[in-house]
């Protein structure tokens, strides 16, 4: 069973960095990708960043390409986002994702389709003050 814990959420000011980690604890899947999401109250949870297991793809949503950067760390079985120049509309609730298969990671499918996903983390909260 796969149990992602994650954590490095916070409060910053626009233009600030954060980093998202994800400890995976449970079974391994090869051959899938893992990515977070991101939710703000009243709206739909969204694709941000996803990886395949192998760390050789990586996908981002327009809205944060060139700022957020998504890596993993087989060794210690971790997801990592790091976020750069923040922005406040990037304030949400941030979610793990594990599981989601190697053709809903390339076709794009993540971006907008949430039951792709096998299993979620708790969330972590992000804010972005002005």
């Known amino acids: 069973q796969v149990q992602l814990v994650e954590s490095g959420g916070g409060s910053v000011q626009a233009g600030g960095s954060l980093r998202l980690s994800c400890a995976d604890s449970?079974?391994?899947?090869?051959?899938?990708?893992m990515g977070w999401f991101r939710q703000t109250p009243g709206k739909e949870r969204e694709g941000v960043a996803i990886i395949s297991s192998r760390g050789s793809s990586t996908y981002y949503a327009d809205s944060v390409q060139g700022r957020f950067t998504i890596s993993h760390d087989n060794g210690k079985n971790t997801v990592y986002l790091q976020m750069n120049n923040l922005k406040p509309e990037d304030s949400a609730m941030y979610y793990c994702?594990?599981?989601?298969?190697?053709?809903?990671?390339?076709?794009?499918?993540?971006?907008?389709?949430?039951?792709?996903?096998?299993?979620w983390g708790q969330g972590t909260q992000v804010t972005v003050s002005s």
């Open positions: 994702a594990a599981r989601i298969s190697l053709y809903d990671c390339y076709s794009g499918t993540w971006r907008t389709n949430v039951r792709v996903v096998g299993d």
């Open positions: 449970g079974f391994k899947y090869s051959d899938t990708c």
